[in-house]
Structures are given as C-alpha cells and as structure tokens.
C-alpha cells in the first residue's frame, strides 16, 4: 500500500490531453514539494517535473504539473504514442521522515 | 556525461547477503546526497535508503532498518548498499540515484532524482 495514492491506469487519444492524480496527506504533498516522474517500458525511471511544476532541461512542455493542498496532478497535453509508460508521483514525508511514492499509473494511447 | 552504473545484484537465497555497488562519473560525486530506490516486479518504485554528500547522515526505510546499510567512498566515487538477511520481498530492481539540491534563499530542497542509474535486479529466493 503506498502512501501517496494514484490512478493505476489512464488513457488518452493522440492529441488529447490526460490528467494524473496523486493524492497525500499534509505531512507529504501538503508541506513538500511533489516530483513526477515517467518511466518508459522496460527502462529506468527519468525526472520529469521537479517541486511541484519545474521542467528539467529536454522536458517538452507538454508536460506540467500542478499542486494544491494535498494533492498533485501531473497534465499532458496532446497526448503522443511515446508517452506511453508508467508515471510515478514522489514527495518527503514530513512525519515518517522519508521519502515516499504513488504506485504509478500506466498511461495508454488509445 | 553524468552517469551511474549499479552492479552486484543476483540470485541469493533468504538469509543470505549481497551488497550492491554504483559507479558515479561525469559530475562529483562528493558534492550530492545519494538514494537507493527500489522496484519489485510489476510493482512500483519505493525509496529505500539515503546518505549525505560526506557519508555522515544516513536514513533508511522501515522495511529494510536493520537489515540494510548505505555507504559510501567519495574516493572512489563510489555508493554502496550492503544488503543482510535478505527476504522474499527484497526481490526487486534496485536503482542508484543522485539527489541534486535547489537551494534558494538561504534553503535547499531536493530538485528531484536525477540521473537514476540502468538498475541492478536482486533475486531472492529458495
């Protein structure tokens, strides 16, 4: 069971825009910043938006992020084939003193 | 070109130990808080140790206190995980990850994991 909570799966047409969820509690996502990351099949994961809404360098900006109270919500629009893969939301947990995950959702294009 | 190349994962029975070791090139290494971060099969990531650029603060997840020490050689550029009496549920793909800061104001924030390394999977079982 992990602490912060996501969608297991969500789709999207090519072209369309699709929204993420994770959801925490005020000791994670509501004191601390929320980092997304994707992870393309069968590879590593890769930073995809840093403190909340930051875009590392080569990120398109398709990408963004959002956060607000206690929760987070990653947005790609038009939705592309290649973003296909697993994206996974992060923060530190103010009370347990460590870093925790969502259990990532699996994007599809439809 | 930053890099993390992880090695020592295989096949070890429960009980038995292995320690897992990341290569760092491309950036100095004494200058970053590092991470282990783990995956078992078909599930998703979990955090599972940390330690400060000089080695002296080091955390670890509930799951794996006691069992599991994160190092590190700054000499050799190089970050460890000594992992003991290793369970069923320690199976997974574990990721090296280098935790560059952001710092602004007289703080510092992580600025997120990046880069992760390729992984090294660690099999346990009977």
């Known amino acids: 069971q992990s602490v912060l909570t996501q969608p297991p799966s969500a789709s999207g047409t090519p072209g369309q825009r699709v929204t993420i969820s994770c959801s925490g509690s005020?000791?994670?996502?509501?004191?601390?910043?929320v980092y997304w990351y994707q992870q393309l099949p069968g590879t590593a994961p890769k930073l995809l938006i840093s403190?909340?809404?930051q875009r590392p360098s080569g990120v398109p900006d398709r990408f963004s992020g959002s956060k607000s109270g206690t929760s987070a919500s990653l947005a790609i629009s038009g939705l592309r084939s290649e973003d296909e893969a697993d994206y996974h939301c992060?923060?530190?947990?103010?009370?347990?003193?460590?870093?925790?995950f969502g259990g990532g959702t699996k994007l599809t294009a439809l | 070109e930053v890099q993390l190349v992880e090695s020592g994962g295989g096949f070890v029975q429960p009980g038995g130990s292995l320690r897992l070791s990341c290569a760092a090139s491309?950036?100095?290494?004494?200058?970053?808080?590092m991470h282990w971060v783990r995956q078992a099969p078909g599930k998703g990531l979990a955090w599972v140790s940390l330690?400060?650029?000089?080695?002296?603060?080091?955390r670890h997840a509930d799951s794996v206190k006691g069992r599991f020490t994160i190092s590190r050689d700054n000499a050799k550029n190089t970050l460890y995980l000594q992992m003991n009496s290793l369970r069923a549920e320690d199976t997974a793909v574990y990721y090296c990850?280098?935790?560059?800061?952001?710092?602004?104001?007289?703080?510092?924030?992580?600025?997120?994991?990046?880069?992760w390394g390729q992984g090294t999977l660690v099999t346990v079982s009977s």
């Open positions: 403190r909340n809404n």
């Open positions: 992060a923060a530190w947990d103010d009370s347990l003193s460590v870093w925790v």
């Open positions: 491309g950036f100095t290494f004494s200058d970053y808080w």
């Open positions: 005020s000791s994670n996502i509501g004191s601390n910043y």
């Open positions: 990850v280098r935790d560059p800061p952001h710092c602004s104001g007289g703080s510092c924030h992580s600025n997120g994991f990046d880069p």
């Open positions: 330690i400060n650029n000089d080695g002296s603060h080091t």
